[in-house]
């Protein structure tokens, strides 16, 4: 069975995750390539659905995400293909073994941040719309277009179960900002 992680950030490093049970990004499991989903083994993998609710349901209990949040099981530790991305439109959605089909030529730059890092922001370019096959919470499969910040964030969480941190994506020249200086930025509009 697989144990959800209390991970120790590294020696000397900062803990920068935003809450105790998600994964800091000093921790070398956010570069492992999480394995698919084993529909035949439902048993564990509805108490990682549960896990990913409860910690989401915690950290938008003290943060406002106006857009959408998202968390993936690489980020508590277990390396398997799941997230569970919320939304103010239609609250959680459960991804297992997504897999993008189709990308949009449109690509738009926006800031994003990480759970796992979270006193940090970077500029990110990503494709604005995708059309995602994933499976369901109850393991039936579907194919959905997705746009805007859900794209992104869906975008973001994939990247996660393939080991890619979202400063990966983030051009050589630029760096990351610290948050309180992306809350000024995006004051000033």
């Known amino acids: 069975m697989l144990a959800i992680r209390n991970p120790a950030p590294a020696i000397g490093a900062r803990k920068r995750s935003i809450h ?8 070398p499991v956010l570069r492992q390539i999480s394995r698919p989903v084993d529909i035949q083994n439902r048993a564990i993998v509805e108490p990682i659905w549960n ?3 409860l910690r989401l349901d915690e950290i938008r209990n003290l943060h406002h995400f106006s ?3 998202g968390l993936s099981a690489i980020q508590l530790g277990i390396p398997i293909r799941m997230a569970v991305v919320w939304t103010p439109q239609t609250g959680y959605m459960h991804i297992a073994n997504p897999e993008i089909l189709e990308y ?3 690509i738009t730059s926006e800031f994003e941040g990480c759970l796992s890092f979270f006193d940090v922001r970077g500029h990110v370019r990503r494709p604005s719309s ?6 369901q919470k109850d393991f039936s499969e579907r194919e ?3 746009s805007s910040w859900t794209s992104r964030i869906i975008q973001h ?4 179960m393939n080991g890619i941190v979202y400063t990966d994506r983030m051009h050589p020249n630029e760096s990351t900002i610290a ?3 992306f809350l000024i930025l995006r004051a000033a509009g």
């Open 20 to 27: 105790p049970n998600i994964v800091d990004c000093h921790d």
């Open 51 to 53: 896990e990913l609710e």
């Open 67 to 69: 857009n959408c949040a």
């Open 104 to 106: 949009s030529a449109q």
């Open 130 to 135: 995708i059309l995602l096959r994933y499976l």
């Open 144 to 146: 959905e277009s997705f």
């Open 157 to 160: 969480e994939v990247d996660h």
């Open 179 to 181: 948050y309180e200086d």
